[in-house]
């Protein structure tokens, strides 16, 4: 089907329509109050953006998979994303807090899973004049911002030339930089940007590994394993019980490899942490026998990339078969 077969009118009707149909037949839990504790994107943002997100959506399925999708109907994991980020509720605070997501630790898990150490806070520039008042120790630091992504620096102490500078700059911006407006990320303005310094959690030999954890309607959809971010990022896809998945996601794969022994047991803990979402991909990294949680993502490159693999987007939506999403519009656990 070529791309001009569809007009634009076509597939913004296509998004009307799933929308009068989700309210008209209360689907997603679109007629219910919101529970206790949560928001939800219908909760927060005018209907019109709303409307234009999901048109959006539809359009983004048609030029990659060649047809209109039924978005009252959604079956892959992209069009359940897409309806999740408007109609799930989302614990509050707001998970997109970097500073505050240890919140959504459970307390059964908070002897296994911290953050990593913060050094300081605030919102301002992270200066070099800042860095000496702390009088932080020789070693490697990160400059991050609470809000968004790729806003995160590595630096060294005592600060190479130059560096400060850069901090500086790069650091001011994040302060006035929104985030997720345009893909409808209205989570990201829920809370008040700053930054903050993290302390070094990898170990003295190596860097830390990132593993992701797909969980939709409280299931694990793929593990996501991430490798030369910087150089020729490739990710590494499992099943729940560490089987191999060869699809690719949103980059090139790279092989199998063995399972760690700490697996099962940040497994359980990332199945408890996403449990509170109808989607949450829930990032933990491990070191030196311990847990941490990095982030709680609640729509991976913005919910507007659907993966590479065809197979693997269908894949990850007949495993996500439960929650208001997944389900079709009942909700789970008697209205989470």
């Known amino acids: 089907m070529s791309e001009d077969a569809v007009s634009p009118f076509v597939l913004r009707q296509a998004a009307r329509s799933?929308?009068?149909?989700?309210?008209?037949?209360?689907?997603?839990?679109?007629?219910?109050?919101?529970?206790?504790?949560?928001?939800?994107?219908?909760?927060?943002?005018p209907p019109g953006v709303v409307q234009q997100k999901l048109s959006r959506a539809a359009k983004i399925v048609y030029h990659q998979r060649g047809?209109?999708?039924d978005l009252a109907a959604p079956a892959t994991f992209f069009e359940k994303l897409a309806l999740a980020k408007f109609f799930a509720p989302v614990?509050?605070?707001?998970p997109a807090d970097k500073l505050g997501?240890?919140?959504?630790?459970?307390?059964?898990?908070?002897?296994?899973?911290?953050?990593?150490?913060?050094?300081?806070?605030?919102?301002?520039?992270?200066?070099?004049?800042?860095?000496?008042?702390?009088?932080?120790a020789p070693g490697r630091y990160y400059a991050k911002s609470n809000g968004g992504s790729g806003r995160n620096i590595p630096f060294d102490v005592p600060l190479?030339?130059?560096?400060?500078?850069?901090?500086?700059?790069?650091?001011?911006?994040?302060?006035?930089?929104?985030?997720?407006?345009?893909?409808?990320?209205?989570?990201?303005?829920?809370?008040?940007?700053?930054?903050?310094?993290?302390?070094?959690?990898?170990?003295?030999?190596?860097?830390l590994t990132d593993w992701k954890f797909h969980i939709g309607g409280g299931d694990i959809l793929a593990v996501q394993v991430d490798h030369d971010r910087q150089t020729n990022h490739r990710q590494t896809l499992y099943t729940a019980d560490f089987d191999y998945i060869?699809?690719?996601l949103f980059f090139r794969r790279s092989p199998a490899e063995a399972e760690p022994p700490f697996y099962p047991k940040m497994r359980a803990a990332a199945l408890?942490?996403?449990?509170?979402?109808?989607?949450?991909?829930?990032?933990?990294?491990?070191?030196?026998?311990?847990?941490?949680?990095?982030?709680?993502?609640?729509?991976?490159?913005?919910g507007l990339r659907p993966p590479r693999s065809p197979l693997l987007d269908e894949r990850m939506g007949r495993a996500w078969s439960r929650g208001r999403i997944g389900g079709g519009g009942a909700a789970r656990d008697g209205g989470r």
């Open 101 to 136: 997501v240890g919140h959504h630790i459970p307390e059964a898990w908070r002897d296994d899973v911290s953050t990593i150490e913060v050094l300081w806070s605030g919102a301002a520039p992270i200066t070099g004049d800042l860095i000496d008042r702390l009088g932080l």
């Open 272 to 302: 408890e942490i996403g449990n509170a979402f109808e989607y949450a991909r829930v990032d933990l990294y491990h070191a030196d026998g311990r847990m941490y949680l990095g982030e709680i993502t609640l729509a991976p490159m913005g």
């Open 67 to 69: 047809r209109v999708p």
């Open 246 to 248: 060869p699809e690719e």
């Open 91 to 94: 614990p509050m605070p707001s």
């Open 160 to 207: 190479p030339a130059g560096a400060a500078e850069t901090l500086a700059d790069k650091s001011a911006g994040w302060l006035t930089a929104s985030h997720g407006e345009r893909a409808g990320e209205w989570w990201y303005g829920m809370y008040r940007l700053q930054n903050f310094i993290e302390r070094n959690a990898a170990p003295a030999e190596g860097s």
């Open 18 to 45: 799933a929308l009068t149909e989700i309210y008209d037949q209360g689907l997603f839990g679109a007629g219910e109050p919101t529970p206790r504790g949560t928001l939800r994107g219908i909760d927060v943002l």
